[in-house]
């Protein structure tokens, strides 16, 4: 089944405990992005990979950190969380970056920084 | 820079009703345009999709036309179900800002039996 997969669904920590969120993907997929889902804001992009070793922010890169060392894996990582970045994350892939492919999305990963 | 407006909800239908989510959009060029729903602990799903003017996208009952005079993308459905209750998101993809996906705020429904 064409998915993609990221762990953990929940996690709740404290501030300053670096974390990783996983995401891998099974569709050879060269586009994989991150985003974060907060209420009354729709999704923001945080960092997207056009590719393996290609990678480049979003509109709300701060705090976070990506590698794409792999075709199929895009971890989101957080070195120092704060709380404000409790919030709802996706990992999204898409054949490419053309305009008119769709993205794929996890079934997200809910963090509470405390 | 590119951006979706969406009106805000909930929305709220007794089943069998009519639907219609206005979106509208604002990018330079062309873009393709997607309507994704969220269910309850889940990820966004694509809904439809249109990639150019006059297109028009449809799935499931659901169908939004591409208006590039209006800048517009607006969803409807004639005849909603309880199933159909979710969360809708208006989403472009252009050719600014790494090929990424706009989305709107989203606009909840509801379906009452």
């Known amino acids: 089944e064409a998915q993609v997969t990221q762990n953990p669904r929940y996690l709740i920590t404290v501030t300053g405990k670096k974390l990783t969120v996983t995401c891998s993907q099974n569709?050879?997929?060269?586009?994989m992005s991150w985003y974060r889902q907060d209420p009354g804001l729709g999704l923001r992009q945080i960092y997207y990979?056009?590719?393996?070793?290609?990678?480049d922010k979003g509109d709300v890169p701060e705090g976070y950190k990506v590698s794409r060392k792999e075709k199929r894996n895009f971890p989101l990582i957080l070195e120092s969380p704060s709380p404000n970045q409790t919030s709802l994350y996706f990992c999204?892939?898409?054949?490419?970056?053309?305009?008119?492919?769709?993205?794929?999305f996890g079934d997200g990963t809910r963090l509470s920084i405390l | 820079g590119d951006s979706v407006t969406q009106m805000e909800g909930p929305v709220t239908l007794s089943e069998e009703a009519f639907l219609t989510i206005n979106c509208t959009y604002t990018a330079t060029g062309y873009p393709s345009l997607f309507w994704y729903v969220q269910y309850p602990g889940e990820g966004l799903q694509l809904l439809l999709k249109?990639?150019?003017?006059?297109d028009k996208g449809s799935n499931k009952g659901f169908e939004a036309t591409y208006r590039k005079e209006t800048t517009s993308f607006h969803l409807e459905k004639g005849s909603v179900q309880v199933s159909d209750s979710a969360v809708y998101f208006c989403a472009l993809r252009g050719h600014t800002g790494g090929f990424k996906t706009i989305f709107g705020a989203g606009t909840r429904l509801f379906v009452k039996a």
């Open positions: 569709m050879n997929h060269e586009y």
């Open positions: 249109a990639t150019k003017a006059d």
């Open positions: 999204a892939s898409s054949l490419t970056g053309a305009i008119e492919q769709p993205q794929h």
């Open positions: 990979s056009m590719n393996v070793e290609v990678t």
